[in-house]
């Protein structure tokens, strides 16, 4: 497996070459020449920067791709900018399976992002839009704190669960982190990265905000769907 990654003066990602061969199963040796397609949606939008501190989500990402077991959701917003996330159900079983149940029942559908800090997260999924709100069942918080072995850290564009200080609150709220913030790794349910879309979790982070971190204006989620 190989992965060049070159960029030019202004720091902007200029290529990504990647070829994988797999032997499958059944003997046969497939080199995946369209897989460049995925590839290129998990890395495009990374920085060098931010491959760097996002290492650990990058080889879990392209070890769920190899194993096939890939989970992707769509958050498309009001103006149809997009953020597509990858899920780990490796690290947060639970949480993905209430994720994709709340996706399958449109819960998400015309909710807004309540909830933004630039430099640290953006926050959703409360029905209430005020961060008081949620679906109508807890899950079991899955982070080091509560008893369960989760070692996804909280790097930029890492998707987790927001909660009270109970540590089995979670129920439909979550948030994106637009900055790493190892401070939370333990303590909080990580579930998931950001694999495009970073352009547009950068614009809701920076979008105005007024003394309750609640953008000015709505920034609103058109609907969020499982597209693999």
């Not at 909710?111 to 949620?134: A, N």
Request: charged share 20%.
């Amino acid at each position: 497996m190989l992965f060049l990654i070159s960029r030019n003066d202004d720091a902007s990602l200029i290529a990504i070459i990647v070829k994988i061969t797999i032997k499958s199963h059944i003997g046969y040796i497939f080199t995946l020449q369209n897989c460049f397609i995925d590839c290129k949606e998990i890395f495009r939008e990374f920085s060098i920067g931010e491959f760097n501190t996002c290492k650990q989500t990058s080889f879990k990402k392209f070890s769920t791709f190899l194993s096939g077991q890939i989970i992707w959701i769509k958050i498309v917003m009001e103006n149809n900018k997009e953020m597509i996330l990858e899920l780990f159900p490796e690290c947060a079983p639970i949480t993905v399976a209430n994720m994709l149940k709340l996706i399958e029942k449109k819960f998400y559908n015309s909710l807004i992002f309540h909830r933004v800090i630039k430099d640290f997260m953006i926050q959703g999924g409360d029905p209430t839009g005020t961060g008081m709100g949620g679906s109508d069942e807890n899950i079991k918080g899955e982070f080091r704190a509560n008893g369960v072995k989760n070692d996804l850290s909280h790097s930029r564009g890492v998707i987790s669960m927001a909660r009270t200080n109970a540590p089995n609150s979670a129920s439909s709220q979550f948030f994106i982190c637009h900055a790493d913030a190892p401070h939370l790794d333990g303590m909080y349910a990580g579930f998931g990265v950001l694999i495009s879309g970073f352009d547009t979790l950068d614009e809701i982070a920076n979008q105005q905000t007024d003394y309750m971190d609640k953008p000015i204006e709505n920034q609103t989620i058109k609907e969020i769907v499982r597209v693999r």
